[in-house]
């Protein structure tokens, strides 16, 4: 109950922090062009990101082969109908992966700064400000944003699937340990948070429904080992988010340095055949 009850203060105290990657669709055709854009927030605060183009240091697609395409040459921030956009020709499970740099702040009154903290769970910050008597003084961060996306070029088969269970060596990270896209599909949705290459425990992970997006739906803390499990989404569109932060030294600008992380997926509203 008390995590739901935090889920609830996020909704309304911290919904803009969390920003993802939203294409058009999760499940397309073999050389079909799709758009995407860069959101940020929830329900009524929901909006394109604003990020300027030098502030993402990493735009790419895991293909099912293994391989990197690089598509930060499709980044066109600020159109009128997307951000970017991409054409993939083999069929299987791809990964895009997007990484900005940490050269962003936030700078906030104490209170305000405080009930963040508690809402998001970043208990590196909480206890920190505690130990050192500064509950009281106002906060500071600077941030980078993480976000995967999972798309599905033709029919699902188990080839390439594997590609979505592994790490792609973002800070903080999102790992599901079944593929939503797995055929049957499981009944549960367990994931891994990983933070700097090892386990994340006591990170706090949403899963929202962006069709419905006023508050997420599930609220779990990952355990010693770092995991969490919910419900697998079954239609619509998903986005799984973390946060985690970590003290920096006094002599930085800032007091903390937080990762935003997210991994969205979706599924399509018929059924996709190969050509």
């Known amino acids: 109950m008390a995590v739901w009850l935090l889920a609830l203060g996020a909704a309304t105290s911290a919904c803009a922090h969390d920003f993802w990657v939203q294409p058009n669709a999760y499940w397309v055709e073999p050389q079909t062009s799709t758009a995407m854009t860069l959101q940020v927030g929830h329900g009524p605060y929901r909006q394109r990101s604003p990020i300027p183009l030098d502030r993402i240091?990493?735009?790419?697609?895991?293909?099912?082969?293994?391989?990197?395409?690089?598509?930060?040459?499709?980044?066109?921030?600020?159109?009128?109908?997307?951000?970017?956009?991409?054409?993939?020709?083999?069929?299987?499970?791809?990964?895009?992966?997007?990484?900005?740099?940490?050269?962003?702040?936030?700078?906030?009154?104490?209170?305000?700064?405080?009930?963040?903290?508690?809402?998001?769970?970043?208990?590196?910050?909480l206890e920190y400000r505690q130990l050192a008597h500064r509950v009281d003084v106002d906060g500071s961060e600077n941030y980078s944003r993480c976000a995967k996306a999972f798309i599905q070029v033709g029919a699902a088969s188990?080839?390439?699937?594997?590609?979505?269970?592994?790490?792609?060596?973002?800070?903080?990270?999102?790992?599901?340990?079944?593929?939503?896209?797995?055929?049957p599909r499981p009944a549960t949705l367990p994931v891994r948070v990983i933070y700097e290459g090892k386990p994340l425990a006591g990170a706090l992970v949403k899963l929202t429904n962006l069709d419905h997006d006023e508050a997420p739906l599930e609220v779990h803390l990952t355990d010693s080992s770092g995991r969490a499990s919910f419900v697998m989404p079954h239609s619509g569109s998903w986005l799984l988010n973390v946060i985690w932060t970590k003290v920096l030294p006094r002599t930085r600008e800032t007091d903390f340095e937080t990762v935003f992380s997210s991994l969205s997926f979706g599924f399509p509203t018929e059924r996709v055949e190969l050509k």
């Open 57 to 125: 240091a990493r735009f790419q697609a895991l293909r099912p082969d293994g391989g990197l395409t690089e598509l930060r040459d499709r980044l066109r921030l600020g159109q009128p109908d997307r951000d970017g956009d991409w054409r993939f020709s083999d069929p299987g499970p791809y990964v895009l992966v997007l990484q900005t740099d940490n050269r962003a702040q936030s700078h906030l009154p104490a209170l305000r700064f405080n009930d963040y903290l508690k809402v998001e769970g970043l208990t590196p910050a």
């Open 158 to 183: 188990s080839a390439g699937a594997a590609r979505l269970l592994q790490p792609v060596g973002l800070t903080l990270e999102i790992v599901p340990e079944v593929s939503p896209y797995a055929e």
